[in-house]
């Protein structure tokens, strides 16, 4: 089934007749064994007693169906009351619709819950983190983020949290498992992060982030300053890729975290692509460039904590290419749910609006995806033995 198809699962919409065929008990059986809807909702205060709305598995119907339908609130009022669900006006709606946030997260999670993670390089479990941007009606920054951790073995979300602007991207959102190796963009470059993802339990975790040039305070074996531009300046323009031991500093009484800096040069369309890019934003912005941009401009340059012995430098850039499965998941979140067209105005309308979605999104994902459909090019080609795209154990 199609993930177009398998929304049809949430609910009868709004303009469904009263004899057409209820689609509800499909969705309610795609839940989690043992998951108890009506003690989570009264857990989470988000339904306390039967009134209009006569339980919390009537609270998620009515949170999804207005959610996911692209309804208003007083056309799926009028819905539930011809299907016998419940029987309120749109602004009784909204106040139950409010409540309703601490519920639905606590469910998302439940769903997120996944079996035994799937090794899938040098038996090690892959993930990678990133999020994405979110903008209310006639805003034109971020007003919102979903910030998620994705599976390369499993195929899927193991971690998803919604926040305001202020919820900055930070590698250590999203508990690592025994082995993780965490991958993440130029975002999570920063050094407290680093720090507080190495030491979570359980240990044994490493992170590959490309990093910044201006943004991690690096330092030598000497523990003077590292500076990178002037690494990068040095480097012999006969040879592609070029490595070095660094220490990132992330606070005057934390001891420094030994990572190895990997550098690739670009191509010349692409170094002359993002050269400018950064002069059309200085322009725009009208601000001073500095040149040291320019520089950084010409190299991919990643920050691991793996060791080399294991993972040669090739392969953790290889590696770094496969961040563009989660950019995907986000762009299917986009394109066929909709969830970058936010409807609502209010903090709690929101968070309920976007839960929604995602437990939609996680449902679709359980129902419709059973193994990544193409396996990119590279160093990894033809090479599963070392990188394995596994089935999800539940629906293997």
């Known amino acids: 089934m199609t993930r177009l198809g398998a929304v049809r699962f949430i609910a009868e919409m709004p303009e469904a007749s009263s004899d057409s065929i209820d689609h509800f008990p499909a969705f309610l059986v795609r839940l989690p064994p043992g998951l108890d809807v009506e003690a989570l909702a009264r857990e989470t205060k988000a339904f306390q007693r039967p009134r209009e709305v006569r339980s919390g598995t009537d609270l998620l119907r009515l949170s999804v169906a207005w959610g996911c339908s692209g309804y208003s609130l007083q056309c799926v009022a009028a819905w539930a009351g011809e299907r016998g669900i419940a029987k309120l006006t749109d602004e009784a709606l909204i106040q139950r619709l409010h409540n309703a946030g601490p519920f639905l997260e606590a469910l998302t999670n439940r769903l997120l819950r996944r079996p035994e993670p799937a090794p899938s390089w040098h038996g090690r479990v892959f993930r990678v983190a990133d999020s994405s941007g979110l903008s209310k009606p006639a805003s034109k920054g971020t007003d919102w983020r979903i910030h998620a951790v994705y599976d390369l073995g499993l195929g899927g979300f193991t971690h998803l949290e919604v926040t305001d602007s202020h919820g900055g991207e930070a590698l250590d959102r999203g508990a690592p498992v025994a082995g993780e190796i965490r991958m993440a963009d130029r975002g999570y470059a920063n050094a407290q992060a680093w720090q507080r993802f190495l030491q979570a339990q359980p240990a044994g975790v490493d992170f590959i982030v490309r990093m910044r040039w201006n943004t991690v305070r690096m330092i030598d074996a000497a523990g003077d300053l590292f500076d990178i531009i002037a690494w990068l300046r040095k480097l ?21 975290i030994a990572i190895r800096l990997i550098a690739r040069r670009k191509t010349a369309a692409a170094i002359e692509k993002a050269q400018k890019e950064l ?38 850039l290889a590696a770094y290419r496969l961040r563009w499965q989660i950019e995907i998941a986000f762009k299917r979140l986009k394109s066929l749910l909709k969830i970058g067209k936010l409807r609502t105005r209010t903090e709690a309308g929101t968070r309920c609006w976007l839960y929604a979605h995602l437990i939609v999104a996680l449902l679709c994902d359980d129902l419709s995806q059973d193994v990544l459909e193409s396996f990119p090019s590279g160093a990894f080609c033809g090479r599963r033995d070392q990188f394995v795209v596994a089935r999800h154990p539940a629906r293997a």
Do not use: C
């Open 279 to 316: 002069r059309q934003q200085a322009s725009r912005k009208q601000t001073r460039m500095d040149p040291r941009s320019l520089v950084a401009a010409e190299y991919l340059v990643l920050a691991t904590s793996l060791p080399a012995g294991e993972f040669a430098a090739g392969e953790v």
């Open 236 to 256: 012999p323009a006969e040879s592609e890729t070029h490595e070095i031991m660094a220490w990132a500093q992330s606070g005057k009484h934390q001891k420094p």
